[in-house]
């Protein structure tokens, strides 16, 4: 019962939200970066946004009527 009332208190609770939080983040990067193939793999999706598709040919035969 002592515990949950020191996780109660305010000061204490954004130390275990901190500690929590900050555990989970250091997580992912380990998963992200500990293989290469992985990292190798999401390097390749950093241009992603900025590739051009080929424009849709329905699309511009319609925009055209």
Sequence with gaps: MDLW???T???NSK???LLLFF???VGI???LFSS???SERLESYRY???DDDEPDQKHQDEKQS
């Design 15 to 17: 130390m275990v939200a």
């Design 48 to 50: 992603i946004p900025f």
């Design 5 to 7: 009332s020191w996780i």
């Design 29 to 31: 990067l380990i998963y």
């Design 23 to 25: 555990s989970t983040f």
């Design 9 to 11: 208190d305010l000061n």
């Design 36 to 38: 290469r193939k992985r």
